[in-house]
């Protein structure tokens, strides 16, 4: 079989974990739990592509290597600030918490 084919076989869910562990050369394996989530749920915006056969779920190492490929982030819509931004925001909510006791201070409301 050349490597088309073997890109189009389809590889029942329940076989994956093996082939992962191979793809990405992790140590630990990859549970038969966690393919079924991605197929599911996904990860970070992206499902693992999958076709029923009978009963049994099933995936082909192209859309595994689909799966596995880097992408540009999937945006949300909403900037999430850095921890530089994030710590700025602090200490300017910290500083007009400050100009607020003083006010209140001068005012005789509080000590």
Same mark, same amino acid.
């Given at each position: 079989?050349?490597?088309?084919?073997?890109?189009?076989?389809?590889?029942?869910?329940r076989d994956v974990p093996i082939i992962v562990k191979r793809m990405t050369g992790h140590r630990? @394996?990859?549970?038969?739990?966690?393919?079924?989530?991605?197929?599911?749920?996904?990860?970070?915006? @992206?499902?693992?592509?999958?076709?029923?056969?009978?009963?049994?779920?099933?995936?082909?190492?192209?859309?595994l290597n689909d799966f596995f490929a880097p992408r540009e982030p999937v945006s949300t819509g909403?900037?999430?600030?850095?921890?530089?931004? @994030?710590? @700025?925001?602090?200490?300017?909510?910290?500083?007009?918490?400050?100009?607020?006791?003083?006010?209140?201070?001068?005012?005789?409301?509080?000590?």
């Amino acid at each position: 079989m050349n490597d088309t084919a073997n890109d189009q076989e389809l590889i029942p869910l329940r076989d994956v974990p093996i082939i992962v562990k191979r793809m990405t050369g992790h140590r630990k @394996r990859t549970t038969a739990n966690t393919i079924y989530r991605w197929a599911r749920k996904g990860v970070r915006g @992206r499902k693992l592509q999958t076709q029923p056969v009978g009963g049994t779920l099933c995936t082909t190492r192209a859309w595994l290597n689909d799966f596995f490929a880097p992408r540009e982030p999937v945006s949300t819509g909403i900037d999430t600030p850095t921890p530089r931004e @994030r710590q @700025r925001a602090k200490t300017a909510g910290q500083r007009m918490n400050e100009q607020a006791h003083q006010r209140l201070r001068d005012l005789g409301l509080i000590q």
